[in-house]
């Protein structure tokens, strides 16, 4: 398992070179000059080309970019073209609301998705199994900003049970971090527990039809037995997969959700820097952003490696 780890910790270093490389080349396309959007629609062209020198604007494509990774390497992801700010300390000081987000997100949807995919599982074809599966193609179907307004409106306006808007740290108070947490955690989780269900039920489906499982049967196990103790971890192989591929989707929806909820995450951070072209932000995020997507990917390989002992030798 450490092989694993290190192979791919080794793997991660070029993979997030070509990541910053690939968001710095492509930002020198963005329209519109940061030096002039700094200094004002009434600045001179003196005063833009002096702001151009001290932003290092005027510097080689090249020479920029080496100079910015090597203060990468040591921590530093530059400083806010707009507020001065430094990038890490901005980033970091946001990011704990998203991964808060995310993480409440995929619990619900693996709670709502196994749970309504080992259901379908049971009796496929049956009443069950249609209902599931309807109600996963309309979870699928139904935009996230939207569900979130209508759990705003029940929830929030109608009977007053749980906040409209804001995030609260968990350090502040627990049960307000989680009650701040749950509208925009089940409307943005809405469409990954419908993915997770489909997956749970068709992997589990073809894992009871196995030949293993119809002789723990004979041998008088319990049906229920049969299913906790080898349909669903057989099961889980592909799942995992399929939860990966959310864990990121979710990362990268809940820039919207936190819109609707008006939550001060990386989403927001980040339409902000887009909208000001605050290149040293904008790159600074992807970056990191990159980094969170990397460790996901590593968490669902070492979890591939402890339910399937054949992955740790690769």
């Not at 001290?54 to 507020?83: C, H, I, K, M």
Request: aromatic share 6%.
């Amino acid at each position: 398992m450490l092989r694993l780890v290190v192979r791919r910790l080794l793997t991660t270093i070029p993979l997030l070179i070509v990541v910053s490389l690939g968001v710095f080349v492509l930002l020198q396309f963005v329209p519109g000059d940061p030096a002039f959007t700094i200094a004002g629609e009434t600045a001179s062209l003196e005063q833009v080309e002096r702001i151009r020198e001290q932003l290092g604007l005027n510097e080689p494509l090249t020479g920029r970019y080496l100079s910015w990774l090597g203060d990468a390497v040591r921590g530093d992801l530059g400083t806010s073209l707009f507020s001065s700010q430094p990038v890490s300390e901005a980033v970091l000081d946001r990011l704990p609301a998203t991964l808060s987000l995310t993480f409440v997100s995929l619990l619900v949807a693996l709670i709502l998705g196994i749970t309504a995919g080992d259901i379908a599982a049971v009796r496929p074809g049956g009443l069950l199994d249609r209902t599931v599966t309807t109600l996963a193609s309309i979870g699928l179907s139904v935009p996230n900003f939207w569900l979130g307004l209508l759990l705003v409106t029940a929830f929030a306006r109608w009977v007053h049970w749980l906040p409209p808007t804001g995030y609260v740290a968990l350090t502040e108070s627990p049960v307000d971090w989680i009650r701040s947490l749950i509208l925009p955690a089940i409307a943005l989780g809405s469409s990954a527990s419908a993915a997770i269900a489909r997956q749970t039920r068709s992997a589990l489906v073809e894992v009871l039809q196995r030949d293993y499982i119809t002789a723990a049967l004979a041998r008088g196990m319990s049906f229920k037995r049969v299913l906790l103790k080898h349909g669903q971890k057989n099961a889980a192989i592909p799942l995992l997969t399929v939860i990966g591929l959310q864990a990121v989707a979710l990362l990268g929806g809940s820039v919207v959700i936190e819109q609707v909820f008006a939550i001060q995450g990386i989403g927001s951070l980040a339409i902000t820097a887009v909208s000001r072209r605050d290149l040293s932000m904008i790159q600074g995020i992807v970056v990191l952003s990159a980094v969170v997507v990397v460790a996901v990917n590593l968490v669902i390989d070492l979890l591939y490696g402890w339910v399937n002992p054949k992955a740790r030798a690769r």
